[in-house]
């Protein structure tokens, strides 16, 4: 069980991270800036920090398909991640804040709410 549980929740990083680089490189590429490893890295950090930290409050290897730590897991990672734009001396405006936390917000719990719905359709033919 406990092998399962932290399977589970690697995948579940994993996919967060990729939610998180894909929103970063859509940005880029609409922005004209390059999209290579670099530039997504650097773009990125504040974000992965900002979901690392929603992980570790939220504890969210112990529940990481759930939707309360998922919650947690976007308003940090768009909250931190912002914050840690304005030190980086990054871009926060108003507009790039709405659209950071909408489309993070559909990739976090969109993967989430499709495991849900594949598992119920696995249990329930």
């Known amino acids: 069980m406990r092998r399962r ?3 589970a929740a690697l995948l579940a990083g994993v996919v967060d991270v990729a939610a998180i680089a894909v929103f970063v490189a859509i940005g880029r ?3 004209g800036h390059v999209v290579d490893l670099a530039g997504i890295a ?3 950090w504040p974000f992965l920090a ?3 930290t929603g992980w570790l409050v939220a504890r969210a290897w112990r529940r990481p398909t759930a939707a309360a730590p998922a919650v947690v897991i976007w308003f ?3 909250g931190v991640g912002m914050v ?3 030190v980086a001396g990054q871009g926060t405006a108003a507009a790039f804040i709405g659209v950071a936390a909408g489309f993070l917000g559909l990739e976090l719990f969109g993967w989430r709410l499709l495991g849900a719905l594949a598992r119920r359709r ?3 033919p």
Request: with cysteine.
């Open 5 to 7: 549980r932290a399977s």
């Open 122 to 124: 696995r249990t329930n």
């Open 76 to 78: 940090s990672c768009v």
């Open 42 to 44: 650097s773009t990125a």
């Open 29 to 31: 590429s609409a922005h």
């Open 84 to 86: 840690l734009r304005v």
């Open 50 to 52: 900002g979901a690392a």
